[in-house]
């Protein structure tokens, strides 16, 4: 089993992987369905804003995690990584993480909504052991 931290948003950086942390959904922010190039499958991903205590960030989610969040709801969220999109640090939940809904509450008043850890411009750390990607079209 993969030992995670418990972390709250203004604590993450590009290289934080494996963290639990506590945050409410505030708002949709995007919505975009699209076709795999390489395999051809069909996507669906899903950006929230979300926001604790110290934060906010966007939050990803990738097809059938796309469902398990509302708007306005606290949610504990489990094993997660952080991306670098653009320039702009996103919250990963991916296929090894979970989501579901806290015990308790954060109220909305309480989120510190004047840092947003996406705003802010950071360079993609160097990942080792990245698998390779497969090259189409019968280059070898």
């Known amino acids: 089993m993969v030992k995670t931290t418990t972390v709250k948003i203004s604590e993450l950086t590009p290289k934080s992987k494996n963290i639990d942390l506590v945050a409410r959904v505030l708002k949709l922010e ?3 369905e699209f076709t795999s ?5 069909h996507h669906k991903l899903v ?8 934060a906010t960030i966007i939050m ?6 796309t469902e398990s969040v509302e708007v306005g709801k606290t949610y504990k969220i489990s094993n997660a990584f952080v ?4 320039g702009s640090m996103r919250l990963n939940v ?4 979970n989501i579901e809904e806290a015990e308790k509450e954060i109220p909305e008043d309480s989120i510190n909504i004047a ?7 950071v360079e993609a750390p160097f990942r ?3 698998r390779p990607r497969k090259r189409s079209r019968g280059f070898q």
Not at 37 to 41: A, K, L, P, Q, S
Not at 60 to 65: P, R, V
Not at 94 to 97: A, D, E, L, M, R
Request: glycine content about 10%; proline content about 0%; cysteine-free.
């Open 30 to 32: 995007s919505e975009r």
């Open 115 to 121: 840092v947003n850890r996406s705003n802010e411009k």
């Open 60 to 65: 990803t989610l990738w097809d059938e995690k």
């Open 37 to 41: 190039r390489r395999t051809g499958e």
């Open 83 to 86: 991306s670098v999109f653009r």
């Open 47 to 54: 950006e929230f804003l979300i926001g604790d205590e110290t």
């Open 128 to 130: 080792r052991f990245r």
């Open 94 to 97: 991916g296929k090894y993480g």
